[in-house]
């Protein structure tokens, strides 16, 4: 099983950039890097998922770099709302989702 | 339905006593999948159905825990004999299919909140 490791918690202020780093050393061929939200009280919501190099969407970007031992996740000007707990997971065989500790994002006014 | 739905939503049980938790996957999504989440912890996978088979039970914790999956639409997870520490948030996703290659969006519901005296 591919293992994720990522930062227990970080602090940001509102209209700051954030990157949230991932390591995945295990990652096979055939995996995909994918990031979920969670908001307290709510099932964790999928943000954006990439292979290799990067993608884009409305909400965040994934940077992937060659060796896809890491990845980073972007998130643009953040806001209150945006305090969550941010999982990398790797998807392996079967589709079975493993979910770490995750990320705490405290964003502040 | 628009989304993911479970019941109940909140759950109180005294420690012994046996507890049925349900899950509405969205219409149409093939494979469905129960996750625990302990208070401040990430998820442990318990079990995926596709269909109506289930073909990782892998993460079941104890024979305590069952579930099944029929029409190949609800789910219900059952816990027999409960236990203090199966007190956690039940959370329940499903995807449009499974595959070994690819990755399917899982789409989660609220989770039920079992609590065991």
């Given at each position: 099983l591919a293992k994720t490791?990522?930062?227990?918690?970080?602090?940001?202020?509102?209209?700051?950039?954030?990157?949230?780093?991932?390591?995945?050393?295990?990652?096979?061929?055939?995996?995909?890097?994918?990031?979920?939200?969670?908001?307290?009280?709510?099932?964790?919501?999928?943000?954006?998922?990439?292979?290799?190099?990067?993608?884009?969407?409305?909400?965040?970007?994934?940077?992937?770099?060659?060796?896809?031992?890491?990845?980073?996740?972007?998130?643009?000007?953040?806001?209150?709302?945006?305090?969550?707990?941010?999982?990398?997971?790797v998807n392996n065989a079967g589709n079975m989702l493993t979910f770490g500790g995750g990320t705490r994002l405290m964003v502040k006014p | 339905g628009a989304g993911v739905s479970q019941s109940p939503s909140n759950k109180v049980t005294e420690k012994g006593k046996d507890v049925e938790l349900r899950c509405d996957p969205i219409s149409g999504h093939t494979a469905l999948y129960w996750y625990r989440q302990s208070l401040g912890q990430g998820l442990e996978f318990l079990i995926y159905f596709q269909g109506n088979s289930a073909p990782d039970k892998s993460g079941l914790p104890s024979d305590r825990f069952s579930a099944e999956r029929t029409g190949g639409s609800v789910s219900t997870l059952t816990i027999q004999r409960t236990q203090q520490e199966d007190s956690a948030v039940y959370l329940c996703a499903s995807s449009f299919t499974s595959g070994t290659s690819s990755y399917n969006e899982q789409f989660f519901g609220p989770g039920t909140r079992l609590t065991v005296l």
């Amino acid at each position: 099983l591919a293992k994720t490791t990522q930062p227990i918690s970080m602090d940001s202020y509102e209209g700051q950039e954030v990157n949230i780093t991932c390591s995945h050393n295990n990652i096979a061929t055939n995996d995909y890097i994918t990031w979920y939200q969670q908001f307290p009280s709510q099932g964790p919501r999928f943000i954006i998922q990439g292979y290799k190099t990067k993608v884009t969407n409305e909400v965040a970007s994934l940077f992937i770099p060659a060796d896809r031992k890491s990845s980073t996740l972007s998130l643009p000007r953040v806001s209150l709302s945006d305090t969550a707990v941010y999982y990398c997971l790797v998807n392996n065989a079967g589709n079975m989702l493993t979910f770490g500790g995750g990320t705490r994002l405290m964003v502040k006014p | 339905g628009a989304g993911v739905s479970q019941s109940p939503s909140n759950k109180v049980t005294e420690k012994g006593k046996d507890v049925e938790l349900r899950c509405d996957p969205i219409s149409g999504h093939t494979a469905l999948y129960w996750y625990r989440q302990s208070l401040g912890q990430g998820l442990e996978f318990l079990i995926y159905f596709q269909g109506n088979s289930a073909p990782d039970k892998s993460g079941l914790p104890s024979d305590r825990f069952s579930a099944e999956r029929t029409g190949g639409s609800v789910s219900t997870l059952t816990i027999q004999r409960t236990q203090q520490e199966d007190s956690a948030v039940y959370l329940c996703a499903s995807s449009f299919t499974s595959g070994t290659s690819s990755y399917n969006e899982q789409f989660f519901g609220p989770g039920t909140r079992l609590t065991v005296l």
